[in-house]
């Protein structure tokens, strides 16, 4: 295939440019004449675009769009395979009123099937978009051309069902591009789907194709991301039911109102929610589901989906033209039987869809999938059947199915009622020779027809290629030395077939081409005749009989060598390393490498097919097994595919030489100079470079893209760009970046902009550093922005309070400090303070009101904490004061008291404060108790002591305890935790007494400790509180006393919190396995259970999960099923499974939904026997609907006058009552009863016979001797067997005969039975055979024959031995 580059333009007149341009409309392309195109004018563009249509032959096919643009644009269209000039073919309009362009074709035809184009142009561009019209062809047309086509089409078609390729590639588009369809279909496609649609719409380049592909996935999803936020899971279209088709996927819209649209081979389709429609709307949270109903031949076709114009998915439903010869029919089978369905098809098929109750089947242990041979007979295999399998299965072909019932019968068998039978190995159902018939004649029809349909291919290669020669014989003159009688053109020659393509290993070398012998066909001697015809009546020539006897017998192969080679030929030179792709950046170097196996070989260089030799910018080296091509100075030119080849082996690669942005590195050190300006000036930034157009520029300042106003103006060129920013501020100051970005890469280039101003105003608050009788010293925070330039100066005012004047102190040192020393005691002074730099002053910073001399005492410290104790000295510390008093704090003074004493006494000297805040105390007494507190000093004096500390005794510290022992969990729960441990022991010197402890937690996604008691525990048990339910916690205690804390002691593993594991367990012994409903009232199912951890609960109904009707509540020990309203759908078995991760245990419970029955039909007598009486009557209305439902039967005579029962539990319409004495009368009552009552009676008439005598006579039959012989029959057949190699092998079988028959057994029709490696026995009828060890060799057939005077019966296998493991 030929794919057009992105790069090719199209032609321009000269002096234009090309700037090629992406329209917001998809599949439009814009090309732009100008640079930059005057304001208020623009280049045409499609507001909407005309779409692909697929109309039937003779229908009118109309092409709609509309068009912008100023100056108005002219509008043409065109076709690739032709002109639309002809008027009464093509009508192009225009409709002023609503501004759509059309071209208009009435009565299309297969010809005009082609791929249109409209442009639209003015003097400042163009734009074009194209468009398909597919024609439907219908009728039937006699013309020799249709002939042909159709036997083209013939061909292409049996060729594709005999799964062979076709020697010739398909036909390319005319201008060099596929099918738009097969572009959606692989955007929409699995990877795994590319080679069959490359194969289906005849693309040999792979590579091209996914270059191609990869370039519309980024497109389509640049157009997706306006509209989509998300699209996933896309599953393509397929029958899910019969008659009903769906595709399905998930998606995020970013509008929820954005408008959805449906197309069908171009063609929009209406569709709606409702599900009673054609094309129906299923959306169920984020996914979307679309639906086809009542599926015809029609509804093949490619589907697409778009939102808001842009497509987002396509899928392809392809129908097969088949039908069922043989439907599936209703099979009976009793409980415990196989079911067999069988069904065959018109054609072949390699699977179809098989269903039951509506839900697909899989292959598995329930369900045998099988197909034939021939694909023709289709079979389902229902094994093991219970009544929980009746129901209709479904078989679907294509858009055909056909469906049946299974009916599960119970065991007739009366020992087996109750109990649970063994299984059957006999099978109900199956089509059996009728099936097999119909299949082979199916099958010898599609022979025959594809022998028919060869035919016709071979007839016309034949008069096409007469019809060819004869072409060329009628344009050679007569008398010409061409013709003559020993010309070869008597002869034709046969067309060579075309050479498979070469594969490329994974190195990018390509394979040697095998060599094969191609040899001629022979020419079928109708043609041969023809053809002598021909020439005898066109040319007069007579050939030679030489000559006839060459044409008529053409030429055999033969084989002039040894079928197979004596000796080994060397494989000659092949690549060890192939050529790799590459790219290069224009200007630089690139170079291209492969590597032979040997030194001593040639080769030839090649780009795009042609010789290339060295030059002053490409060199050819030869380097040991290596050669190299080199490519310097690279241009846009040096692009293409080079290739290597020597001695017949080749290897390729593709150099991409890219144009990418660039910027000289002079240019760029001078751009990234800081630009420093004043504030109100106008900055200007400037940079050029190089690359292919077009490039896109974007400037941004601290990393926010500008884009032009009154403040910015940026100018654009090919080679480069300037941002000039208008009158900037301080705000302005920041980084400056240009980026520059092609299809080939980005750059950046970054600079900094730097505005001087006045420096912002010096902040506050203050903080009084001093505040005596004879100073005031202070200081402040400086200004947040200094404008640029640092700060020279601070400029200092002061304030009396009480004083309208402000007194100038003048500048001070850049610090923000200052101390004033000229005040008087008592007075308030306020000050203004600007900061001077370069640029000017600041604004002021006005300070509170500051006294001078005033007394302010410090707040008390923290209360001291001990820091270590020993017996001659005691270690404290503390905080400072959070109030200082509005002076610093100069030092500390501590006291100290004895417990039980009231008297502080101070530890330090008065004249000594305490500088630091630690100190330790010395003057203490060993065994004696103290407690200390603290006061802090400022200028102005000792302010408040602390709260006292807590007591300490003064002595050596103690060891901490050690490790508690024996620490295990006594219980659990989902929020608790109980432990026990044992107090550790005491050890002289290395570990002493604990005094309580400490219980820690750690979650185990957590890796900190937390403790979950505050104060110690005195007790060896703790219950941990407040856990989260199944989480994952580590659990250690620490032993604590005055000496600290021991080392903690660990669980061995982490624990959940759960309680301890129960498998789960039904607590109730009465549940009900049985529970009778009557119709339109509740049913309930209560079940009480044990497990832990909390089970998953699922209940299920005869296997499958309970419908929406059935509400289920599940609590903990406890789950209700709850049928509000119950009626006879609802009859079933209901089986709870509850599950955790101990196991599983599960309950099964039958409910009937019933109501009273009604009464049977009219009651019948009839007495068929003297002194009997036969009871008939009309089944009830309710039997078929109740397999429960029985009758009972009462008598009343006219002696006894009472009612009594005289049958009950009666499962058929009749009943022969006994003892009906003559001379009585007599009446019947008949009730129907099942498990929820019993109904009203149904009475007959009275019966009454007159007692008569009669007189007694016995005729007595003559006797007949019977005969008990039978001929041989054998009630269980062999089986097939596959056995493992070296295993035993097993077969029996079972016949019945009288008198006992001979048995022979068989192996290949060879008896076997003297031989001894199989072990034969014969019991009771049951007759067996064992293979010990069995090998390859006891593959084959295997009979066994029963034959007696009455006749003779064999029963045949397969026995199949497979490799062991």
């Known amino acids: 295939m030929k794919f057009r580059k992105s790069k090719d333009e199209e032609p321009t007149a000269p002096g234009q440019v090309a700037i090629k341009k992406r329209s917001k409309v998809p599949g439009v392309m814009i090309t732009q004449f100008v640079e930059e195109i005057p304001a208020g004018k623009s280049h045409p563009d499609f507001i909407r675009k005309p779409i692909a249509l697929t109309i039937q032959e003779g229908k009118l096919a109309v092409f709609k769009s509309i068009i912008n643009g100023d100056p108005t644009p002219t509008v043409t269209w065109a076709r690739n395979n032709g002109d639309v000039s002809d008027p009464e073919r093509y009508v192009v309009s225009f409709n002023q009123a609503s501004g759509e362009h059309q071209l208009q074709i009435s009565n299309v035809e297969v010809d005009q099937a082609d791929t249109y184009k409209c442009y639209a142009e003015n003097e400042f561009g163009r734009a074009v978009v194209t468009v398909t019209l597919n024609i439907i062809e219908v009728g039937f047309k006699k013309s020799k051309a249709m002939q042909e086509g159709r036997l083209e089409k013939a061909a292409a078609d049996l060729k594709k069902s005999l799964r062979t390729r076709a020697e010739t590639q398909k036909k390319e588009r005319a201008d060099g591009e596929v099918d738009e369809k097969f572009w959606e279909l692989l955007l929409s496609a699995d990877k795994k789907d590319y080679e069959r649609i490359c194969i289906e719409y005849g693309v ?73 429609e054609k094309h129906f709307l299923r959306q169920v949270g984020r996914k979307f589901i679309f639906s086809v109903n009542g599926l015809s031949a029609e509804d093949a ?6 939102v808001e114009g842009v497509n987002v998915f396509s899928t392809d439903f392809k129908i097969p033209p088949v039908d069922f010869l043989v439907k599936i029919q209703e099979v009976k089978a009793i409980e415990r039987e196989d079911a067999v369905f069988e069904c065959v098809l018109s054609a072949p098929l390699p699977k179809i869809t098989w269903m039951g109750k509506s839900t697909p089947l899989v292959q598995g242990e329930k369900y045998d999938i099988s197909v034939s041979e021939d694909m023709l007979i289709h079979r389902l295999v229902v094994m093991d059947c219970m009544q929980v399998d009746k129901g209709i299965y479904a078989a679907v072909a294509g858009i ?86 020993g010309s070869t053109r008597d002869k034709p020659k046969p067309k060579p077939k075309p050479k498979p393509e070469k594969k490329l290993d994974s190195k990018g070398v390509a394979e040697p081409e095998p060599e094969s012998e191609t040899e001629p066909e022979p020419e079928p001697e109708t043609k041969v005749q023809k053809k002598e015809e021909h020439v005898k009546s066109s040319e007069q020539v007579q050939p030679h009989p030489e000559e006839e006897s060459t044409v008529e017998e053409p030429k055999k192969r033969v084989r002039t060598g040894p079928l197979v080679p004596d000796t080994v030929i060397d494989p000659g030179v092949h690549f060890t390393s192939g050529l790799s792709d590459v790219r290069a950046i224009i200007g630089q170097s690139a170079v291209m490498e492969c590597k032979l196996s040997r030194e001593d070989c040639d080769g030839a260089w090649y780009k795009d097919g042609k010789d290339i030799t060295d030059t002053d910018d490409l060199k050819i080296i030869k380097d040991g097994l290596v050669r190299k091509l080199i490519l310097t100075n690279c241009k846009e030119d040096d692009s293409g595919k080079y290739r290597f080849e020597a001695d017949g082996r080749k290897t390729e690669a593709i150099l991409i030489v890219e144009d990418p942005p660039r910027v000289n590195q002079d240019d760029l050190a001078k751009f990234s100079e800081p630009v420093i300006i004043k504030a109100n000036q106008n900055a200007t930034f400037k940079l050029e470079f190089i690359g292919r157009e ?32 208008v009158k900037c501020q301080r705000k302005d100051s920041g980084e400056i970046k240009l980026k520059l970005k092609n299809e080939f890469g980005t750059i950046e280039a970054l600079t900094k902009l730097i505005v001087l101003d006045k420096p912002t105003n010096p902040m506050g608050p203050i903080e009084v550093l001093e505040a005596s009788s004879s100073c005031v010293e202070f200081k402040w925070r400086s200004p947040k922005d200094d404008g640029g330039s640092p700060i020279l100066n601070y ?122 805040k630690q100190y330790e105390v010395k003057d203490v007494v060993e065994g004696m108790e103290y407690e200390f507190r603290v006061s802090a000093i400022n200028f102005s004096g000792a302010g408040e002591p602390s709260a006292p500390s807590e007591f300490v005794i003064a002595r050596d510290p103690k060891k901490p305890p050690g490790k508690v022992t024996d620490l295990k969990v006594t219980g659990s729960s989902h929020t608790s935790l109980n432990l ?7 050890e002289e010197g290395v570990q002493d007494e604990a005094k309580g402890y400490f219980v820690e937690l750690r979650p185990a996604e957590n890796t900190e400790w937390s403790r979950c008691n505050s104060n110690a525990l005195i007790s060896n048990s703790y219950t941990i509180l407040g856990l989260k339910s199944m989480a994952m916690y580590w659990v250690r205690v620490v032993a604590t006393n005055e000496g600290g804390d021991g080392e903690p002691r660990d669980l061995d593993n982490y624990i959940i919190a759960m309680p301890p594991p129960v498998r789960p367990k039904f607590t109730d012994r009465k549940m009900k396995s049985l529970m009778v409903v009557r119709a339109e009232n509740s049913a309930r199912i209560n079940i009480n259970f044990e497990a832990s951890p909390m089970p998953t609960i699922i209940w299920l109904k005869d296997g499958t999960p309970v419908s929406k009707r059935v509400t289920v509540s599940n609590t903990d020990g406890l789950s209700q099923l709850l049928i509000l309203s119950a ?80 049958a009950d539990h009666l499962f058929n319409n009749n009943f022969t009552a006994v003892n009906i004495m003559p001379g009585r009368e007599y009446k019947f009552r008949v009730y129907a009863k099942n498990d929820i009552g019993i109904s009203e009676p149904s009475e007959s008439q009275t019966w009454g016979i007159v007692r008569r005598k009669e007189k007694f006579i016995l005729n007595l039959a003559p006797s007949k001797t019977c005969s008990f012989e039978s001929a041989p029959v054998f009630t269980v057949p062999l089986k097939k067997h596959a056995s493992p190699e070296q295993y035993d092998c097993y077969m029996s079988c079972a016949v019945k005969a009288n008198p006992t028959p001979r048995v022979t057994w068989y192996r290949n029709n060879i008896s076997i039975n003297a031989n001894s490696n199989y072990y034969i026995t014969n019991t009771c009828g049951v007759c067996s055979m064992l293979i010990l060890r069995v090998g390859p060799k006891d593959n084959g057939e295997y009979k066994v024959v029963a034959e007696n005077e009455s006749g003779r019966a064999e029963s045949t296998t397969q026995l199949t031995i497979f490799g062991s493991y």
């Open 204 to 276: 040999t380049d792979f590579r091209g194709m996914l270059r191609k592909l990869n370039e519309k996935k980024k497109e389509i999803e640049e157009q997706r991301a306006q509209f989509v936020e998300h699209l996933s899971n896309l599953k393509h279209i397929e029958v899910k039911t019969p008659g009903c088709a769906e595709f399905e996927f998930e998606m995020d819209l970013k509008d929820p109102h954005a408008r959805i649209f449906l197309f069908k081979d171009g063609v929009m389709v209406p569709f709606n929610t409702d599900t009673d």
């Open 301 to 306: 076709g490619m589907y697409q989906v778009d």
């Open 400 to 485: 055909k199915s056909c469906n049946a019932w299974l009916i599960v019968e119970p065991d007739p068998d009366p020992n087996n009622r109750g109990k649970k039978s063994a299984r059957k190995t006999t099978m109900a159902g199956g089509g059996g020779a009728d099936v097999l018939k119909i299949a082979a004649e199916q099958q010898e029809k599609l022979q025959k027809e594809r022998e028919e349909r060869m035919e016709q291919i071979k007839e016309f290669q034949q008069a096409k290629a007469i019809e060819t020669e004869v072409k060329e014989e009628e344009e050679v003159p007569a008398g010409s030395p061409e013709v003559h009688e």
């Open 694 to 725: 077009p490039i896109k520029v974007q400037w941004y300042t601290e990393g926010e893209e500008l884009t032009e106003d009154n403040h910015v103006r940026i100018e654009k060129s090919s080679s480069h760009s300037r941002l000039l920013l």
């Open 795 to 916: 400029n200092l005012d002061r304030n009396q309070i009480g004083r309208n004047t402000w007194m100038k102190l003048g500048n001070i040192p850049p610090e923000a400090h200052y101390k004033d020393n000229d005040v008087d005691h008592g007075r308030k002074y306020c000050y203004r303070i600007r900061a001077i730099t370069a640029e000017g002053s600041s604004g002021v910073f006005e300070t509170d009101d500051i006294q001078a001399g005033t007394k302010a005492y410090p707040g008390p410290p923290s209360s001291p904490k001990v820091v270590n104790a020993f017996k001659d000295h005691i270690t404290l510390s503390w905080t400072p004061p959070t109030n200082t008093g509005g002076t610093n704090i100069v030092g500390y003074n501590m006291e100290k008291r004895k417990r039980g004493s009231n008297l502080w006494g101070q530890v330090n000297a008065p004249e000594e404060p305490i500088k630091g």
């Open 980 to 986: 026990t441990w044992t107090k550790p022991e005491e």
């Open 1127 to 1206: 009626d006879r759908s609802d009859t079933g078995i209901y089986t709870i499974i509850v599950k955790n991760i101990v196991g599983q245990e599960t309950f099964s419970s039958e409910i009937r939904v019933t109501d009273d029955p009604k009464p049977p039909g009219p009651v019948e007598l009839d007495e068929n026997v003297p002194g009997t009486l036969t009871v008939s009557w009309t089944a009830s209305s309710d039997e078929k609907r109740d397999d429960h439902l029985h009758y009972m039967v009462m008598k009343r005579d006219s002696v006894k006058g009472t009612w009594h029962v005289v």
